[in-house]
């Protein structure tokens, strides 16, 4: 067995929604590296042509796309477009998400459903205008980007946490619903990662010293750091590869720990 061919992805075609920073880039950088043809989207133009520049400057030539994907009618039309211009997709990664951390109690029922729309109902929606093709072709690979809080809570992240939790069963069921058709569905849970989205989390106090939650994310984690969008791809490529041709309902936390760890003993 060719065990760097199980892993490259030379002439596979690779959405990756969300990716025009962040997570996603670093996640679209890895598929290009391994050989594929990298596609994304993203909510803006000006946020499209930056990462644009942001991929040439890594020699990746992305075909970027500004498209809502809460939006069913402008989804469908991406996912012709892109089989239009680049061919049928073989990669589906569902990365983009948002966050709002508010109290339940605080939380309005519409700021509540926002988050469940971007975070749950449009990997749903993805999914289904991606998987016909997927089926026609004969093989398919789902990623979904989960979270920790897919399996623990915390105070002010009720949506996130509803959502990502769902996400979790939205994967099985996928895998569950269309594994017979050669199309695998897994999720990647990342730890703590240093993105934009969590850059409130490590902002430095006025006097200078390291915000609480990021000393308590330190401290929480085994390997004593926050993760780089960078530790996500080898687990993504492995997964969007045909290494991983028999895993299929499963989510790889790329965490450094947190979830074994049941957190220091007080001294
Ligand atoms: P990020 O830097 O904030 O990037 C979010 C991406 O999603 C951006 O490309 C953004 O596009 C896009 N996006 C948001 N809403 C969209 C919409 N309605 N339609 C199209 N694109 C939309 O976030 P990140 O930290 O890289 O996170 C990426 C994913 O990983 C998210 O699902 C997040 O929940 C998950 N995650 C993050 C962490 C972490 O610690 N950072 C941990 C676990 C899971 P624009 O640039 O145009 O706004
Ligand atoms: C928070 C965080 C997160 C994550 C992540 C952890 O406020 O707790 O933003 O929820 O970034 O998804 O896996």
Known sequence: MDIAKQFSLEGK?????????GIGMAIANAF?????????NCS??????????????????????VCDVCDEEAVKALVAQIKEEVGVIDILVNNAGIIKRIPMLDMS??????????????PFIVSKAVIPGMIEKGHGKII????????????????YAAAKGGLKMLTRNICSE?????????????????????????ERQPDGSRHPFDQFIVS????????????LMGPAVFLASDASNFVNGHILYVDGGILA???????
């Not at 075609?13 to 920073?21: K, V």
């Not at 029922?109 to 449009?122: G, Q, W, Y």
């Not at 979904?144 to 949506?159: D, H, K």
Request: proline share 4%; aromatic share 8%; charged share 20%.
């Open 13 to 21: 075609i690779a959405l990756i929604t969300g990716a025009s920073h």
């Open 32 to 40: 290009a590296s391994a050989g594929a043809t990298i596609c994304f």
């Open 44 to 65: 803006s133009e000006s946020s499209k042509a930056r990462a644009i520049e942001a991929y040439k400057a890594n020699g990746v030539d992305a075909h970027g796309y």
């Open 109 to 122: 029922a519409e700021d509540f459903r926002k988050v469940i729309d971007v975070d749950l109902n449009a």
């Open 144 to 159: 979904n980007i989960c979270s920790m809080m897919s399996e623990l809570g915390r105070e002010t992240v009720s949506a």
């Open 178 to 202: 269309y594994g017979e058709y050669n199309i695998q569905c897994n999720g990647i849970g990342p730890g703590y990662i240093a993105t934009s989205q969590t850059a409130p989390l490590r």
């Open 220 to 231: 929480k984690t085994p390997a004593a750091r926050w993760g780089e969008a960078e530790d």
């Open 261 to 267: 760890y049941i957190g220091k003993q007080p001294q």
